[in-house]
């Protein structure tokens, strides 16, 4: 009898196994809420000082671009009381995550089509070292997970009649929160050139005018010189090294023991040449022999020719912008989650393409040390915060939000502390 409840009801109870993981992550936050950065000292700050409409089209002229869900979970906390505003606040950034969830739980995919698949994905995307503390529950970085949408969205699977109006929604919504899943406009465009219908031209057309709309601003940021300074610069040897520590390194082994090798064996120019350039021929390595496999077993039929299209394109598309726009050298935390999500689900796919073949099993090792290590970082110790960023995810001496709230009561010039602490706060005033 258990054994058919738990076949009948998997997705439901996988569904509420994550749930329950997310509060262990951090029952401090679900609890009690809180504002991370630009969170609370940008985005609520300006929806508390102003009308609801300019709150939901502010652009934050700095990074450049619109942050409509931020814009939206500002304007939302600010109907509560301000006792209640960051918990709000950090709920509404919990919604992506059940949307990424559920779409890949029950949406139809020409990907994700096995349960076992399914589950492989949400524990890459969840439970990973891709999902730094630094994006867990703030709106600001709610930008990455909606990328996350869009990108589940390229590969759903839409009879040709049919219409399905909360992927629109979704898709204007990822494209008005980012830049992130802009970058994806081409594969909706090659999607509909190849499989022609209406959802899959609505998705484009959708997708257009918000990637048209975010340029615009990037472009008027940048001629009128209010970008900031460190973003919008050339790549470098540097940033390079930095992104394939944190990216094609960090998915697989996460921070503690890439930091280890790191420092203890790699930390000198020479070294890191040497990585640098073993690594490429690893991967060039790799990708021409895989390339001849999969050619001489005739795996590559047109609907796998447009997923592993759609990988690479993401991929090095993705690795571009984050290298250009990223705040100086580094390219770790925040602008390396989505990178090495598409790194993953590279590995994802060919685990599912080679099915009939003992060769996946390296695949699937490769999967299961990115999630060991993710289950490692995933509520790090109390111990060693300089690395291990337990602060963005627990209370240690944080501030008290209602203290805070009666000192901004006696006193409407007090700026409010806020997460990270102790070093941010915000004016209401």
Same mark, same amino acid.
Request: aromatic share 20%.
């Given at each position: 009898?258990? !054994?058919?409840?738990?076949?009948?009801n998997?997705?439901?109870l996988?569904f *509420? %196994?994550l749930?329950?993981?997310?509060?262990? &992550?951090?029952?401090?936050i679900?609890l009690n809420? &809180?504002?991370?950065?630009?969170?609370?000292?940008?985005?609520?700050? !300006?929806?508390?000082?102003?009308?609801?409409?300019?709150?939901?089209?502010?652009?934050?002229?700095n990074?450049?671009?619109?942050?409509?869900?931020a814009n939206?979970?500002?304007v939302?906390?600010?109907?509560?009381?301000l006792?209640?505003?960051?918990?709000?606040?950090n709920?509404l950034?919990?919604?992506?995550?059940?949307?990424i969830?559920?779409?890949?739980?029950? =949406?139809k995919?020409?990907?994700l089509n096995k349960?076992e698949y399914?589950?492989l994905?949400c $524990?890459?995307?969840?439970i990973?070292?891709?999902?730094?503390?630094?994006?867990?529950?703030?709106?600001?970085?709610?930008?990455?997970f909606?990328?996350?949408i869009?990108?589940? $969205?390229v590969?759903?699977y839409?009879?040709?009649k049919?219409l399905? @109006?909360?992927h629109?929604i979704? %898709? *204007?919504?990822?494209?008005?929160?980012?830049i992130y899943s802009c970058?994806?406009?081409?594969l909706?465009f090659l999607k @509909?050139?190849?499989?022609?219908? &209406?959802?899959?031209y609505l998705?484009f057309l959708v997708?257009l005018i918000?990637?048209?709309?975010q340029?615009?601003?990037?472009l008027y940021a940048?001629l009128?010189?209010?970008?900031?300074?460190?973003?919008m610069?050339l790549?470098n040897?540097?940033?390079?090294?930095?992104?394939?520590y944190n990216?094609?390194?960090k998915?697989f082994?996460g921070?503690?023991?890439?930091?280890? *090798?790191y420092?203890?064996?790699?930390?000198?120019?020479?070294n890191?040449?040497f990585?640098?350039?073993t690594?490429? +021929? %690893?991967?060039?390595?790799l990708?021409f022999?895989l390339?001849?496999?999969?050619k001489?077993?005739?795996?590559?039929?047109n609907?796998?020719?447009?997923?592993?299209?759609? +990988?690479f394109?993401s +991929?090095?598309?993705?690795?571009?912008?984050v290298?250009i726009?990223?705040?100086?050298?580094?390219v770790?935390? &925040?602008y390396?989650a989505?990178p090495?999500?598409?790194?993953?689900?590279?590995v994802?796919?060919?685990?599912?393409l080679?099915?009939?073949f !003992?060769?996946r099993?390296?695949?699937?090792?490769?999967?299961?040390?990115?999630?060991?290590?993710?289950?490692?970082e995933?509520?790090?110790?109390?111990?060693?915060?300089k690395?291990q960023?337990?602060?963005?995810?627990?209370c240690?001496?944080?501030p008290?939000?209602?203290?805070?709230?009666?000192?901004?009561?006696a006193d409407?010039?007090?700026?409010?502390?806020?997460?990270?602490?102790p070093k941010?706060?915000?004016?209401? =005033?």
């Amino acid at each position: 009898m258990l !054994n058919n409840f738990i076949k009948n009801n998997k997705k439901e109870l996988l569904f *509420f %196994i994550l749930l329950t993981i997310f509060f262990y &992550r951090s029952p401090f936050i679900f609890l009690n809420g &809180r504002f991370m950065a630009e969170e609370g000292s940008i985005y609520f700050a !300006n929806a508390f000082k102003y009308k609801t409409l300019y709150s939901l089209l502010f652009v934050d002229f700095n990074s450049g671009y619109l942050n409509l869900w931020a814009n939206i979970s500002g304007v939302v906390a600010n109907i509560f009381k301000l006792k209640f505003a960051p918990i709000v606040s950090n709920y509404l950034a919990l919604l992506p995550k059940i949307i990424i969830i559920f779409l890949a739980l029950y =949406n139809k995919s020409i990907l994700l089509n096995k349960f076992e698949y399914k589950v492989l994905f949400c $524990l890459l995307v969840f439970i990973s070292p891709l999902n730094v503390p630094e994006i867990w529950m703030n709106s600001i970085n709610s930008q990455i997970f909606l990328c996350i949408i869009t990108f589940i $969205l390229v590969f759903s699977y839409y009879p040709k009649k049919e219409l399905n @109006y909360l992927h629109i929604i979704l %898709i *204007f919504m990822a494209g008005l929160t980012g830049i992130y899943s802009c970058i994806l406009l081409p594969l909706f465009f090659l999607k @509909y050139k190849i499989y022609k219908n &209406r959802q899959n031209y609505l998705n484009f057309l959708v997708l257009l005018i918000c990637t048209i709309v975010q340029l615009s601003l990037i472009l008027y940021a940048k001629l009128s010189n209010i970008l900031y300074e460190g973003k919008m610069h050339l790549m470098n040897f540097d940033i390079f090294i930095n992104y394939i520590y944190n990216v094609f390194v960090k998915a697989f082994l996460g921070t503690s023991l890439t930091k280890y *090798f790191y420092f203890n064996f790699l930390a000198t120019k020479f070294n890191l040449y040497f990585i640098l350039v073993t690594i490429c +021929l %690893i991967l060039i390595a790799l990708t021409f022999f895989l390339y001849n496999f999969v050619k001489k077993k005739k795996l590559l039929n047109n609907k796998n020719k447009f997923v592993f299209i759609s +990988l690479f394109y993401s +991929l090095i598309a993705t690795s571009i912008v984050v290298m250009i726009g990223a705040v100086g050298d580094y390219v770790g935390g &925040r602008y390396a989650a989505l990178p090495s999500f598409y790194i993953l689900m590279i590995v994802l796919t060919l685990y599912i393409l080679l099915n009939n073949f !003992n060769f996946r099993y390296f695949f699937l090792l490769l999967m299961i040390s990115s999630i060991l290590s993710g289950i490692y970082e995933f509520r790090p110790p109390v111990k060693n915060i300089k690395y291990q960023y337990i602060k963005y995810l627990d209370c240690l001496n944080c501030p008290n939000w209602e203290n805070e709230i009666k000192k901004f009561k006696a006193d409407k010039n007090y700026f409010l502390k806020i997460w990270p602490y102790p070093k941010k706060n915000m004016s209401l =005033n």
